[in-house]
């Protein structure tokens, strides 16, 4: 076999080799993608169930500050709005 | 081996070239039959492919938000899932029924209705909450299946409800701010594409079609949640003091034009529309027509002035509290002889008013009026807006011109008045009222000086005349704070003249030298007293003392010199009438004590003096366990913060 029959031989060997590897390295990679994709959807759901949730706790927080709600309890230990007399200003003593 | 194998011919040559041969056609066609699948049907097999494996995704966004201008949320969507059915494909229909009548709270004969109809799909229920929603998944039934919507909820309840406005089922706004911003609020929607695998599990394929942002853009109003919530509560008091029919309060700040509260009763709370009814959706202060009684008098003083027809000190005849003018008779509830012009309005004196319009004349009068935007609507942007009744000068007899100078005769709204006394109160410059700061809006009105600057200062000073000196709003009287108010006392129209009901009023100013604040008082027919110092001015002053205490500015904390020179300790041992007594703080212990029955918050105060974060265990507010117990040696090591269970609390 002449040098160039075995430069070409190894070139071809060479070749094969490296579709090989790419073919490998792109069933792989299309199974990583898949997981990928599979723990992106379960991530986005797992997101939008916090975040609905978040929105509701907020609507609780809200419900629980408004004013009416405040004064509610604010009216059950005996708290009211200050009237005039009632509000002092302290002196800065620091 | 060459012997035994002379005579026979090779073969094994022809054998090899026909596998070749075999191979090669094998191998050809294999080739031919991808070349042709992918280069010839490739196309049409591509998307066939794509047909299996991917899927369009829709996904639609929320609504936008209400706020009020601190931030504070008055209206959000809440995402929640309705059921609906396709009813070919219930399988068992009388399990179907239980269970949907059961789980949904709704009765048996609707749902088997439903679910015999011949339609491809009906609404089980819509917006239902979670513990149904989980209910019906848990159920799995055939046929019947839950979507997600946003239903709208509103967290401060009828606060601002008529000013909100209320939106349909379908989330389309049909009322206040819901409908005015309904293009902008309104939700948008995205489409994409998603992977599909075997079992039609979807999955995440690219950004492609996401980037977009699909919820509606948010709103913030000029409103105020607690002044709001003051406003409310004072108008909700006196219609039930006095057994009135209806209300408004209006508190504006002048220096912006900003409405930070718009009061209306009856209530309306916008989560629960269909219980509601058309009258206390209405939001009174923009759509109804009231004639407004005294509290229109500063505006022909003003005008008057201006057009120097009086001086403050211009002696007018009130005629013993009855004069005929046209054939009618005027009456005054204060009867006089002759008062300067500052007492006529102090006193609210219907002769001397009338008289003073009748020389003002009814073209300038009605100039004036009109400048201060009566008779046209404020465009303040919310549905339903009325622009009040004025009539042409030309029609006014000496009977209107007379009426119309004390405040009858003359149709306006609340926010058309708060637009006029801004006008006052900005010296004598119209200024527009806002209610909404987010998207700003667009106004084509330019401001006018409609009053000098002079002529609103002695106006001014006559309206505090009014609270601090002998007048007829001295019950809004508020101590330290100098305010300008006219009352108002007017009759209502009824069929063929005045009847026996009356719309009570207050106007305020604070302070009454540049005022900042603009109150104003509305009391429809109150039954068991009628005077506005009675009914409508003790409101004003109520809602002024607690948007002037919200906003630190009552004459306690304004004034630097009596402020005390104390500490906070001290203040606790000197408390004032009427305060309630502080909680003593618990001191720190030798040993554990005894947290049982605590709020957590007072446990926790306690422990993390110190310095130890407990792990907390259960669900509630109230301590019923600890470790260690009451009586033993605190834990030694407490840098650990509680990830060792140095020490535990149990809830309940």
């Known amino acids: 076999m002449s040098q160039v029959d075995k430069t070409l031989l190894w070139m071809i060997l060479t070749l094969l080799g490296a579709a090989l590897t790419m073919g490998l390295g792109a069933v792989w990679l299309n199974i990583e993608r898949m997981d990928v994709a599979y723990d992106l959807r379960k991530m986005e759901k797992s997101l939008g169930q916090k975040e609905d949730l978040a929105v509701k706790l907020t609507v609780e927080r809200n419900n629980l500050v408004s004013p009416y709600h405040l004064k509610r309890l604010a009216s059950r230990q005996g708290l009211q709005v200050a009237a005039p007399g009632q509000i002092r200003r302290i002196a800065d003593t620091r | 081996m060459a012997k035994g194998s002379q005579g026979r011919k090779d073969l094994s040559k022809v054998k090899i070239g026909l596998v070749m041969i075999l191979f090669t056609v094998a191998l050809g066609s294999l080739w031919a039959r991808a070349g042709w699948v992918q280069l010839h049907e490739g196309t049409a097999l591509l998307l066939q492919a794509s047909k299996q494996s991917h899927a369009a995704e829709v996904e639609f966004g929320e609504r936008g938000r209400i706020f009020d201008r601190n931030g504070q949320m008055l209206a959000t969507s809440v995402e929640a899932k309705s059921v609906y059915a ?41 917006q239902i909450n979670d513990r149904e929603s989980t209910a019906i998944a848990k159920a799995g039934l055939k046929g019947v299946r839950l979507v997600s919507e946003f239903s709208r909820i509103y967290p401060n309840g009828h606060l601002a409800g008529q000013t909100i406005g209320f939106v349909n089922i379908d989330g389309r706004g049909l009322e206040g701010i819901e409908r005015v911003y309904n293009e902008r609020m309104k939700p948008g929607k995205a489409e994409y594409v998603v992977q599909r695998d075997a079992r039609g599990s979807r999955l995440y394929l690219d950004a492609q079609g996401r980037e977009m942002d699909v919820n509606g853009l948010d709103v913030r109003l000029t409103i105020d949640t607690h002044i709001q919530h003051a406003a409310e509560q004072a108008l909700a008091t006196s219609i039930a003091k006095y057994d009135a029919k209806a209300g408004i309060v209006m508190v504006v700040d002048v220096d912006s034009g900003d409405i930070l509260a718009m009061a209306n009763q009856p209530f309306f709370n916008p989560n629960a529309v269909s219980r509601s009814k058309a009258s206390q959706r209405r939001l009174r202060a923009v759509t109804d027509v009231y004639e407004p009684g005294s509290t229109m008098k500063p505006f022909l003083f003003a005008a008057a002035l201006e057009e120097k027809i009086i001086e403050p000190d211009t002696l007018i005849d009130c005629e013993n509290g009855r004069w005929k003018v046209g054939g009618k008779t005027i009456r005054d509830t204060h009867p ?171 106007v305020a100013l604070v302070p009454a030298e540049d005022p900042e604040l ?135």
């Open chain 2, 86 to 126: 396709r009813p070919f494909e219930i399988e068992n229909l009388d399990v179907a029924c239980d269970v949907l009548s059961r789980d949904l709270k709704i009765s048996r004969r609707k749902v088997y209705k439903k679910l015999k109809s011949k339609k491809k799909f009906v609404w089980i229920k819509r």
């Open chain 2, 336 to 506: 006089s002889r002759w008062l300067p012009a500052h007492k006529v309005l102090r006193y609210s004196s219907n002769i001397g008013t009338a008289k003073i319009g009748i020389d003002l004349g009814a073209g300038v009068y009605h100039d004036y009026l009109t400048k201060l935007g009566f008779g046209e609507k404020t465009h303040i942007g919310l549905p339903g807006e009325t622009g009040g009744i004025l009539m042409p000068p030309g029609k006014w007899t000496s009977v209107d011109l007379a009426a119309i100078s004390f405040g009858q005769g003359i149709g306006t709204s609340a926010i058309q008045l708060a637009k006029a006394f801004l006008c006052l109160a900005n010296d004598g410059v119209t200024k527009e009222l806002n209610l909404v700061k987010l998207p700003a809006a667009e106004r084509k009105h330019a401001a006018v000086q409609v009053f000098s600057r002079k002529t609103t200062d002695t106006v001014l000073s006559m309206m505090r005349d009014v609270v601090h000196e002998d007048g007829t709003g001295r019950s809004a009287r508020i101590a330290g704070i100098s305010m300008a108010g006219k009352t108002g006392t007017a009759q209502k129209a009824a069929k063929g003249g005045y009847g026996d009901q009356y719309l009570s009023s207050f």
């Open chain 2, 518 to 652: 603009l109150v104003i008082t509305m009391v429809d027919e109150p039954q068991k007293a009628n005077y506005g110092s009675m009914v409508a001015a003790p409101v004003c002053r109520e809602v002024t003392v607690r948007t002037l205490a919200y906003h630190g500015k009552l004459s306690e904390t304004l004034d630097q010199v009596i402020a005390e020179n104390v500490t906070v300790d001290d203040l606790v041992e000197q408390p004032l009438a009427g305060s309630v007594a502080t909680p003593k703080a618990r001191k720190v212990t030798q040993r554990v004590p005894d947290l049982k029955k605590l709020p957590v918050r007072r446990a926790l105060e306690l422990l993390v003096k110190k310095g130890i974060v407990p792990v907390l265990k259960g669900q509630g507010m109230t301590v019923s366990g600890q470790k260690p117990a009451a009586g033993q040696a605190w834990p030694e090591d407490t840098n650990k913060e509680g990830a060792d269970n140095v020490f535990i609390l149990w809830l309940s």
